[in-house]
Antibody
Framework: QVQLVQSGAEVKKPGASVIVSCKSSGYTFTNYAIHWVRQAPGQRLEWMGWINAGNGNTAHSQTFQGRLTISRDTSATTGYMELSSLRSDDTAVYYC?????????????WGQGTLVTVSS | SYELTQPPSLSVSPGQTARISCSGDKLGDKYTCWYLQKSGQSPVLVIYQGNKRPSGIPERFSGSNSGNTATLTISGTQTMDEGDYYCQAWDSSTVVFGGGTKLTVL
């Protein structure tokens, strides 16, 4: 069965960086894209960016210009999201989700979410 | 930047039809997806490509898209359908989510 399993909760100080991983299983990893979406407490879903797991192409929201790095390891079938220069308003649950790389089919499987808390 | 606008909340009685709108410039020209997020859980895809249901989603969920508005319709709404509904679309190689609509069934 398809699963996206994310790394555990993190507590970081302002200015630090965080890496969240998303281990995929149960499907052909390189046929899909991995998207990253975050949700601040009580707030809306916010799309961050995505990576085509097959060719490695990425795109991201201008909101995170210069602070966001999305990558993948095809041998480990794992996606990664690194956010740097953390601020208190980066405190949120971070989700990964998959979508077919070639067709807009929606995000049909999601990870369980990773809480990142930024606090001094 | 592209924006999708949803009503913040909607309340219906069990068995009634719920219609949740999502508006954006020329949204009818784009594929729209809808997600349900229950409290404390990850979102679940309920409609993709405007009007298609993923496997396992009940037939009472349907979608339509025309002009500047996409609509999610839940026929015969049940209490288990409560939660936050988000629309989503692609625009210029980026993804946009609506602000979400809190559906209450009581």
């Amino acid at each position: 069965q398809v699963q996206l399993v994310q790394s555990g909760a993190e507590v970081k100080k302002p200015g630090a960086s965080v890496i969240v991983s998303c281990k995929s299983s149960g499907y052909t990893f390189t046929n899909y894209a991995i998207h990253w979406v975050r949700q601040a407490p009580g707030q809306r879903l916010e799309w961050m960016g995505w990576i085509n797991a097959g060719n490695g192409n990425t795109a991201h929201s201008q909101t995170f210009q210069g602070r966001l790095t999305i990558s993948r390891d095809t041998s480990a079938t794992t996606g990664y999201m690194e956010l740097s220069s953390l601020r208190s308003d980066d405190t949120a649950v971070y989700y990964c989700a998959r979508e077919l790389a070639t067709v807009t089919n929606g995000f049909d499987y999601w990870g369980q979410g990773t809480l990142v808390t930024v606090s001094s | 930047s592209y924006e999708l606008t949803q009503p913040p909340s909607l309340s219906v009685s069990p068995g009634q039809t719920a219609r949740i709108s999502c508006s954006g410039d020329k949204l009818g020209d784009k594929y729209t997806c809808w997600y349900l997020q229950k409290s404390g859980q990850s979102p679940v895809l309920v409609i993709y490509q405007g009007n298609k249901r993923p496997s396992g989603i009940p037939e009472r969920f349907s979608g339509s898209n025309s002009g500047n508005t996409a609509t999610l319709t839940i026929s015969g709404t049940q209490t288990m359908d409560e939660g936050d509904y988000y629309c989503q679309a692609w625009d210029s190689s980026t993804v946009v989510f609506g602000g979400g609509t809190k559906l209450t069934v009581l």
